[in-house]
């Protein structure tokens, strides 16, 4: 696996235990994002390294997450139907951003919008729908701080998929190892992909998305 590992407690030593933040597996220059997906999407994208194939429709919205225990808690460790494979996808930072710049909150807060009108027009305009949904812990438990979710149609689906991912990776095997792992052993022993805050290199686009 590409995807660098560490133990949870570590992993939670260094990231802050309330706000909204963006945390991920990252490099200087990219970032992973993760989704879960059927066999047919999932075996099509990890063979050809893009999205498509006949399961796979770009009329639909995904929804990307780069924390990976919020992605383990959405498709239950890989056990729910139709998510029973986990993908991590690599891209730039610079793509991962552009996304950001393209992102409406999927419901009206007025931190962000100074009117009602002015969310519709953004939700009319925009491509990707934005939420910041509580963490979870390994168990399930939801946790103070909290995650980003990214929401991706249309064209911006499109260019995702088809061009701006640099690789896909099937992390499969390592959720469900660290799963049956946890059931049987303490929290303290399990291994999770290394995390660290991410921030966009505009601090406006930042306060825009309501990075703390």
């Known amino acids: 696996m590409k995807i660098i590992t560490e133990p949870y407690f570590k992993s939670i030593e260094a990231l802050p235990k309330t706000g909204q933040h963006i945390t991920a597996h990252q490099t200087n220059d990219s970032i992973v994002v993760y989704q879960a ?7 099509f994208a990890i063979k050809n390294q893009y999205l498509g194939g006949d399961a ?3 009329n639909r919205m995904s929804w990307i997450k780069p924390n990976f225990l919020w992605m383990m808690y959405r498709c239950g460790w890989a056990a729910k139907e139709n998510q029973e494979r986990v993908l991590a996808f690599w891209l730039d930072k610079a793509d ?9 909150f999927s419901s009206f807060n007025p931190k962000y919008y100074n009117s009602h009108e ?3 027009s953004e939700l009319t305009l925009k491509q990707v729908r934005l939420q910041w949904d ?3 812990d390994p168990y399930g438990n939801k946790i103070e701080r909290r995650a ?15 061009r701006q991912v640099k690789y896909i990776e099937d992390v499969t095997a390592f959720a469900k190892e660290q799963y049956a ?7 303290e022993n399990l291994q999770v992909p290394a995390e660290t805050l991410y921030r966009t290199t505009s601090e406006a686009l930042n306060n825009n998305i309501g990075i703390d």
Not at 96 to 104: D, G, R, S, W
Not at 153 to 162: Q, T
């Open 96 to 104: 991962f951003e552009k996304i950001l710049c393209e992102a409406a």
């Open 181 to 187: 792992f946890l059931q049987n052993n303490p929290a």
């Open 118 to 120: 002015h969310w519709r």
């Open 56 to 58: 796979f429709s770009y």
């Open 134 to 136: 509580p963490e979870h």
């Open 148 to 162: 980003i979710q990214l929401g991706l149609k249309g064209n911006v689906l499109e260019n995702f998929g088809r």
């Open 37 to 43: 997906y059927n066999n047919a999407i999932a075996d």
